[in-house]
């Protein structure tokens, strides 16, 4: 109870106010400034950019309720890898809701154990921000987006089946024989050719493959390795 109370002191306690930096300011308004993509205005971080995060040890829950369906739970905090930007981001106590669509890839290492790998979408339902306690769309408006979103992404992959098709990997590299798989990033996706897949070879996932003008490349593997799935990827397309 005292260390509880010490910190309610704490936080009521005036303390002098450090001016943001110059960089915290462009910063942050560059994160809150209006962007367009496809005739639409948006704010937050700019379409093509990304993140990274690491999850604490989580509880995954799941329930299985017809032969090929399961009901599933997640409960985890998620960090970020290295820092964000000063002055970027949303506020302390934004929360956002998402509906997540994903392939998820396991193969059993033993009587208790499983690799566990997933490539999928997810798509912002709504978000409520610090401020306030409301979200910004109702509970039916999230409804009828979902509907919408899961009504085009049938569409889509009727008319671009490539997207959902896994690349299986064989070949040789530096006397090495190597197996495995390379899984579409759905949106590098078009005209029948995935640029980026993500990719897992002799039962290690490696990360997302992606083809890049200087040629192909994936965070942390050799770039001769790199290549070589590649060339083996683009065969598989041809």
Request: with cysteine.
């Amino acid at each position: 109870m005292l260390n509880y109370l010490q910190t309610i002191m704490a936080t009521k306690t005036k303390t002098k106010r450090t001016p943001p930096s110059k960089k915290s300011t462009a910063n942050s308004k560059s994160y809150d400034a209006y962007k367009k993509f496809d005739g639409k205005e948006y704010t937050g971080m700019k379409v093509g950019r990304g993140h990274k995060w690491n999850y604490d040890k989580g509880v995954w829950r799941e329930t299985k309720v017809t032969p090929d369906r399961w009901e599933l739970t997640y409960d985890v905090v998620k960090r970020r890898a290295g820092h964000a930007p000063e002055g970027t981001g949303a506020p302390v106590g934004t929360a956002y809701h998402w509906f997540i669509l994903s392939h998820q890839y396991v193969e059993k290492l033993n009587e208790n154990d499983y690799t566990t790998s997933m490539v999928g979408l997810k798509f912002k339902l709504a978000h409520r921000r610090a401020s306030s306690e409301k979200w910004s769309a109702s509970d039916a408006t999230q409804r009828k987006s979902l509907i919408k979103i899961l009504k085009d992404l049938v569409t889509e992959l009727e008319e671009q089946p490539q997207k959902t098709v896994p690349v299986p990997l064989s070949f040789n590299y530096r006397g090495k024989d190597y197996k495995g798989v390379g899984i579409p990033v759905m949106s590098s996706c078009h005209d029948g050719v995935c640029d980026q897949l993500d990719i897992t070879l002799n039962k290690k996932h490696l990360g997302v493959l992606k083809c890049l003008s200087k040629g192909w490349h994936i965070t942390d593997t050799p770039p001769g390795l790199a290549k070589a799935i590649g060339e083996n990827v683009f065969q598989w397309y041809e």
